[in-house]
């Protein structure tokens, strides 16, 4: 092992990190908003609605995610109405192209979670908030969205940490992130440990971070699941 080399490679790793970040960030955030979308599609009581989200479910979870970015990053184009539309501009950017697969798989894979969120819910917590009047979107921002979030925080926390890794396909469509940098780096050197566990190290940290920060709101959220201290300290 090189040290100095190593070195070096994480400076450069790590001047593509924003890149990274920005491909996670907004096709988590864009994939989260199309989640709730899907899942209030899901249990709405529009068959046609219902059909249409387990279909998009059923294509975004059933398929490779490489697939779908590649469909995306070369299909576009191959459609007239699409190409010479107003958004032609942005869909032929990869970066464009990465967020949109990136968060269109995501959302598939959220609404399923939120959806199990919402069905953890008591029966009797739902009947007591309509009993004294509570009903459509105040009872979704009270009991509903609240309750279904907390149930659903440690499976979301995993796939959170999934879409960190899942921006390492970008760069098979030209976004220059952290893996696709790797390798560039590696077809000038020919070093692939080096480079790779420099890789590893940041893609590490980045999820380390990430789940703490999930594992620190997941006890924010839920203060009546901690444990009681074995030892009580008695009061004076």
Not at 65 to 82: P, T
Not at 98 to 116: H, Q
Not at 168 to 197: H, P
């Amino acid at each position: 092992m090189d040290i100095d080399f190593m070195i070096s490679t994480m400076k450069t790793l790590l001047a593509a990190l924003p890149m990274t970040l920005a491909l996670f960030a907004l096709s988590v955030f864009f994939g989260g908003i199309l989640a709730l979308v899907i899942v209030w599609m899901r249990v709405s009581g529009n068959a046609a609605a219902r059909n249409f989200a387990k279909g998009y479910i059923f294509i975004f979870r059933g398929s490779p995610l490489l697939i779908q970015m590649f469909l995306i990053f070369y299909g576009l184009g191959q459609f007239g109405f699409i190409r010479y539309s107003f958004l032609w501009p942005a869909l032929r950017e990869p970066f464009v192209c990465a967020v949109l697969s990136l968060a269109l798989c995501t959302a598939g894979y959220s609404a399923e979670i939120f959806r199990f969120g919402l069905r953890a819910i008591p029966a009797k917590e739902i009947e007591a908030a309509r009993s004294i009047g509570m009903s459509g979107f105040l009872l979704t921002r009270r009991i509903l969205a609240p309750i279904a979030f907390r149930h659903a925080l440690p499976a979301y926390s995993t796939e959170v940490v999934m879409m960190v890794k899942s921006t390492a396909l970008a760069s098979l469509v030209t976004v220059w992130e952290v893996t696709g940098v790797a390798q560039r780096l590696i077809a000038q050197t020919y070093r692939t440990m080096e480079v790779f566990l420099c890789a590893a190290i940041i893609y590490l940290l980045l999820n380390f971070l990430i789940l703490q920060a999930m594992s620190l709101l997941e006890y924010k959220l839920t203060p009546h699941r901690r444990a009681a201290p074995l030892f009580p300290v008695p009061q004076r």
